[in-house]
């Protein structure tokens, strides 16, 4: 495929977090862009802002007459996007280059030389923070969040360097042709997808073996290549790690050299680990190592990771995407660290009945770590329900005393009733617009 003759690009799925990234490349090198999507939301007002046209009714009738040339349009789509879905249909009835998001991706990065994050945890914050550290090599940086320094989920650069969350989701990174990668981690998720953990190990063992140059991987991992890890011996080893005033201070030694004072400004040792696998993968590039260092030291995070939506003496609200136990005990961790004596609520929407079910003991285990907890009903997104799989089987299984179902409707009432004085709202549903709604609701509250 030429992308170079491509007139039209049209998007089914358009407001998820890496198709929308594509379209923004797509709109600033002269494409033109529009799509659908279910429902209005931040990402699709912000891609109507710089020109890109939205509809959410799945209807032939609202693809754009200039998208009918079949010839000049390729149309890429989410594999979230259910089969019957009526726009999919057409162009794939009719004969039009139809291709999945990962599929389309690699087009771009192919003929890039292509720096890849992949991992089932921690690769969106160590993708933005390579793609931070390539910004001044001119690389092109496609993420799966919304960067703070950029506001946004494309970091726009030329066409030599890419950067690239490799997204393990149904096999979607064996699409890629990765020069320099990581994988931050392998453990059991998407068994929606692969039915069996050794599946997914299996894919993350194809994905290794397409990398060309330099694969990297968290020390621990059953993968070959260079070792990273926090206070243990590996090829890239960080270690005199102090929190100084909120952030982190820490030296590095590498293969060959070392550096000394890296500050880094987001809590928790995953990040910690996660800015040392964007460090390597840049040091194995070239990036001197003093300015990789410049770079982490100004690095000032992604939106739903570990965000910070108020920070306050007598308020805390952190908004994060953790959707999986092992990502639930890092925040749990995180929180300890920097609020060792304060008590700690967790709101939680559980995303997919299966993987609510497949986690159960895993889940109540990592939310147990917290002094309280609310419960939304469980996330859908492309799932019927599970017979069995609620919201309240696992709040039964929580340990801990304070623990309560709650609606979307009444979630801040409930939240301002706490007397925790740190609020953690978690999960990669819908829960994310509910957020301001409770910064409000707080700031209220503490201004009286």
């Known amino acids: 495929m030429n992308l170079k003759t491509i007139h039209n690009v049209y998007f089914i799925g358009i407001g ?37 046209e939205v509809h959410f009714e799945d209807a032939v009738k609202n693809i754009p007459i200039s998208f009918l040339n079949k010839e000049k349009t390729l149309v ?28 389309v991706l690699g087009e771009i990065t192919k003929n890039t030389f292509c720096l890849a994050v992949a991992g089932t945890h921690g690769k969106t914050t160590t993708s933005s923070i390579l793609g931070h550290i390539m910004q001044p090599e001119k690389a092109t940086s496609f993420l799966g969040g919304i960067a703070e320094n950029y506001n946004s989920n494309l970091i726009l650069g030329e066409d030599k360097v890419s950067v690239v969350e490799a997204d393990e989701f149904d096999r979607s990174f064996l699409k890629l042709s990765p ?21 997914l190990q299996q894919s993350f063992r194809d994905f290794a073996s397409k990398v060309s140059d330099t694969l ?26 102090k929190i100084e005033e909120g ?3 820490f030296d590095v030694k590498t293969p060959t050299s070392e550096i000394k004072n890296v500050v880094f400004h987001l809590p928790g040792n995953h990040n910690m680990m996660n800015a040392l ?12 190592l003093e300015k990789i260092k410049e770079q982490l030291g100004s690095f000032k995070g992604v939106q739903r990771r ?6 306050t003496e007598e308020v805390v609200l952190i908004d994060d995407y953790a959707h999986h136990p092992t ?18 609520l967790a709101v939680f929407q559980p995303h997919l009945f299966s993987r609510t079910r497949d986690f159960a003991d895993d889940f109540a285990e990592a939310l147990s770590l917290f002094d309280e907890v609310l419960l939304l009903d469980i996330y859908p997104a492309r799932e019927l329900p599970i017979k069995g799989v609620t919201s309240s089987w696992l709040l039964e299984k929580i340990t801990i005393d304070t623990k309560k179902l709650v609606s979307k409707e009444k979630l801040s009432d409930e939240i301002i009733k706490s007397e925790s004085k740190i609020v953690a709202m978690l999960g990669a549903g819908d829960i994310g617009l509910l957020v301001d709604k409770v910064k409000n609701k707080l700031d209220e509250k503490h201004k009286k």
């Open 16 to 52: 998820g977090i890496g198709m929308s990234a594509i379209a923004r490349y797509f709109s600033v090198n002269g494409k033109v862009v529009a799509g659908y999507d279910k429902t209005p939301t931040p990402i699709t007002k912000s891609l109507d802002e710089i020109g890109i």
């Open 76 to 103: 890429v789509y989410t594999p979230a996007v259910p089969k019957n879905h009526l726009q999919l249909n057409y162009f794939k009835d009719n004969g039009y280059t139809v291709l999945k998001r990962a599929e």
């Open 179 to 199: 020069n320099i990668a990581c994988v931050t981690s392998m453990d059991a998720d998407h068994l929606d997808i692969y039915g069996e953990n050794e599946f």
């Open 216 to 241: 990297i991987v968290a020390k621990g991992l059953p993968l070959k290549g260079l070792t990273y890890a926090v206070n243990e011996e590996a090829d890239y080893k960080a270690y005199n790690v």
């Open 247 to 249: 952030k982190y201070v």
């Open 277 to 288: 696998a964007a460090l390597a993968i840049a040091d194995v590039y070239g990036v001197s």
């Open 306 to 311: 570990f965000s910070y939506k108020i920070k």
């Open 327 to 344: 990502e639930i005990k890092a925040v749990a961790q995180s929180v300890r660290e920097m609020y060792p004596k304060e008590k700690v």
